[in-house]
């Protein structure tokens, strides 16, 4: 199977053109997710990531990875039924050597089996967190679990607060949600230089139980880029929730610049800042303001007020 000529002649979504592959993805997506109740997908934190999203996070990573033409082993911790994996097989085509996909959902398993039968993809059933890591991989793309701590059980939390702190010596909050973990235990799968992607929400910048996650990508990773969307551009449309895309390499810091990127479109943001990854604070919320009080001319709420989150929210 020739995966560097996609056919593109069918599906469109937007104004992106998608395979025949993807499009079939799709039925078997919205299939599984008709079969489930909300409070079901919201209970394991299953929201699909968007065909024209997935293919965005992907083509904006391209920049990142090796100009030499390497090939590359790709792992996606929370594969569902594949929109990474279907993104990157397109774009990347012949460079992709082989994807592991992890997926506890045996409907989405399953499914990953047939669709994904005869490409160099290997779905496994197993949640990521308990799996043994190896450091394979090249590149690391995940629109992880969005499962709330209070969605958690106390003895999960337990084992997830143990495995961040032996691993990077970083306690984390028992209010993180479930991608929090995912990210920072994703380091131990990466080899030197590799690069990690992930599509979460964009909360981990402002709130307390957000510090772990700062404190790792301050410290632990090489900070590139952060893409915050618009509070009112929700990407997922069964979860109220703002968005980031976060880009790191697995080397330390180097007293490089981050890029904290705003706007509806990762191509073509409204708004640039070039940060000098020393000023990031883990403390404090990010990004940093530069601007005196006042964020692209208008001030915010917080410029006046202390602002504390609720318990009945």
């Known amino acids: 199977m020739d995966l560097g000529a996609p056919n593109l002649r069918h599906g469109e979504i937007g ?20 079969s489930k109740t909300i409070e079901n997908r919201r209970l394991m934190g299953q929201f699909a990531t968007p065909s024209e999203l997935a293919r965005a996070i992907v083509s904006e990573t391209i920049s990142c990875l090796p100009r030499d033409g390497s090939t590359l082993a790709m792992l996606e911790p929370s594969m569902g039924s594949g ?12 460079r992709i050597r082989r994807i592991r996909g992890y997926e506890l959902d045996s409907d989405f398993y399953r499914a990953s089996l047939d669709l994904w039968n005869g490409y160099p993809v290997d779905p496994i059933h197993e949640d990521f967190t308990r799996a043994v890591p190896k450091p394979s991989f090249d590149l690391v793309v995940a629109n992880p679990p969005y499962v709330r701590h209070h969605s958690l059980r106390s003895d999960e939390k337990r084992r997830l607060q143990e495995l961040v702190r032996a691993r990077h010596g970083i306690d984390i909050s028992g209010l993180a949600g479930l991608y929090c973990y995912f990210l920072l235990l994703s380091k131990a799968w990466m080899k030197p230089d590799a690069v990690g992607v992930w599509l979460i929400p964009s909360e981990w910048m402002a709130v307390n139980y957000g510090r772990a996650v700062r404190r790792f990508l301050a410290g632990s990773v090489k900070l590139l880029r952060v893409h915050k969307f618009d509070v009112s551009d929700v990407r997922f449309s069964d979860a109220l929730v703002s968005s980031c895309v976060v880009w790191f390499r697995n080397v330390k810091p180097d007293g490089n610049k981050v890029e904290f990127t705003y706007g509806a479109d990762l191509t073509h943001p409204e708004r640039r800042e070039s940060i000098d990854v020393s000023s990031l604070n ?3 919320k990010w990004p940093p303001r530069t601007d005196g009080g006042q964020a692209g001319g208008a001030w915010r709420i917080g410029d006046f007020f202390d602002i504390r989150r609720g318990n009945a929210t």
């Open 15 to 34: 104004i992106v053109k998608i395979t025949d592959t993807e499009l079939r993805r799709l039925k078997v997506q919205n299939a599984i997710d008709a």
């Open 83 to 94: 929109s990474f994996v279907s993104a990157a097989l397109d774009l990347l085509g012949k």
């Open 282 to 284: 883990p403390d404090e």
